[in-house]
């Protein structure tokens, strides 16, 4: 398999591509509205095309490049089900694997960050989305969000697979890059240990964030699968900026 770990720095996402040697194919997997032509420009450069894009779920904190990425290479929309956006090409859901080529990625529904939430994995690697960061996890304070949920999806679904799963956040604001699923396991602060249910839920619901700076655009806008709303303020268009000009990490 062909993989590259790739950053996007206004919103510290981390966009992940997948590529079948066999087929030519690629899969990317969160990609962002400001690095669209970086990351085609890559999935050209490693003489693949790319198929699909998978975003783990409706993001508050950036804009997806899925519609776009469709509109200049062809690639079909893949997203979870359980949001039922008009714009998806392939609904995911969790049971039914999506193959590309030699690829074979499965869907694991883990609400809790939002309702809808997915986890991908493949092989040994794991694309945990914001449900499970390193040393930390998404918010569970909007889009219906659910420490409860969060908890037992975390917990009870990633946490049961091979302590040696590679897993791969949709963020990282340390300059992290990759942990593992044994790793969260014995050290995350919030997930790990012996953390009980009710210690969770009440560590986040004490945890007083301030509200997401550029939800109010970026969840209307990902509903309809990478759209820059009207009237997004100067100091926020850097979110939707399709230029490709930001740090490439």
């Known amino acids: 398999m062909i993989f590259r770990q790739l950053f996007e720095p206004i919103s510290s996402t981390y966009t992940y591509l997948l590529g079948c040697p066999e087929t030519g194919q690629a899969v990317l997997i969160d990609p962002v509205l400001p690095t669209w032509q970086r990351d085609l420009e890559e999935v050209k450069r490693l003489g693949l095309k790319l198929a699909y894009t998978l975003d783990t779920h409706i993001h508050a904190d950036h804009i997806t490049s899925a519609r776009k990425l469709k509109q200049e290479a062809g690639s079909r929309i893949a997203h979870p089900a359980v949001d039922d956006l008009p714009c998806t090409d392939q609904p995911l859901r969790e049971g039914v694997p999506l193959v590309v080529g030699s690829l074979r990625i499965d869907p694991l529904f883990t609400p809790g960050h939002t309702d809808g939430h997915h986890a991908y994995?493949?092989?040994?690697?794991?694309?945990?989305?914001?449900?499970?960061?390193?040393?930390?996890?998404?918010?569970?304070?909007?889009?219906?969000?659910?420490?409860?949920?969060?908890?037992?999806?975390?917990?009870?679904?990633?946490?049961?697979?091979?302590?040696?799963?590679?897993?791969y956040p949709a963020h990282d604001y340390e300059g992290r890059r990759i942990s593992s699923v044994g790793q969260e396991k014995t050290r995350n602060p919030r997930l790990g240990g012996d953390r009980t249910l009710e210690d969770f839920v009440k560590l986040m619901g004490e945890l007083n964030?301030?509200?997401?700076?550029?939800?109010?655009?970026?969840?209307?806008?990902?509903?309809?699968?990478?759209?820059?709303?009207?009237?997004?303020?100067?100091?926020?268009?850097?979110?939707c900026d399709q230029i490709g000009e930001s740090r490439q990490g």
């Open 121 to 167: 994995r493949l092989g040994e690697r794991l694309f945990t989305g914001d449900a499970l960061l390193i040393d930390a996890c998404g918010r569970t304070d909007f889009q219906n969000g659910d420490a409860q949920a969060l908890y037992q999806s975390v917990r009870g679904k990633l946490f049961a697979l091979p302590d040696e799963t590679l897993v």
């Open 209 to 239: 964030l301030a509200y997401p700076k550029f939800i109010d655009y970026a969840v209307p806008g990902n509903r309809e699968c990478g759209v820059c709303p009207p009237g997004v303020p100067d100091h926020l268009q850097q979110y």
